[in-house]
């Protein structure tokens, strides 16, 4: 069985660290973290030395593309009104719009 086989609740955890570079801890040793920079698309840890990529590379570039999502979603949200259009559509009476009043 492997550390891996044994440890399936464990999950490594992975810090951002600046504009595309993370800190991801190892998933056999705890007390291990590896640098990875999304920009140059590489990690320090033995297996991307010997094989060009690796897991810890794998799960920041999925972060990374999630915050990517996020980002995008949320500057697609159209804009809230501020100010005194704010504050006349909160007291304006329903149904009716600025100076179409029946009255």
Not at 48 to 55: L, Q, S
Not at 80 to 103: H, K, N, Q, V, W
Request: charged content about 30%; aromatic content about 12%.
């Amino acid at each position: 069985m492997t550390t891996l086989e044994k440890n399936k609740t464990y999950r490594p955890e992975i810090v951002r660290i600046g504009e595309r570079m993370y800190w991801v801890q190892s998933a056999t040793d705890r007390d291990q973290r590896y640098f990875v920079d999304l920009h140059d698309g590489t990690c320090e840890c033995v297996g991307f030395a010997k094989r060009g990529g690796c897991w810890h590379l794998t799960e920041a570039r999925k972060i990374e593309d999630e915050r990517e999502a996020a980002a995008r979603t949320f500057d697609r949200r159209p804009a809230r009104p501020s100010g005194m259009a704010a504050l006349i559509e909160a007291f304006e009476p329903s149904g009716f719009a600025t100076g179409d009043y029946p009255f």
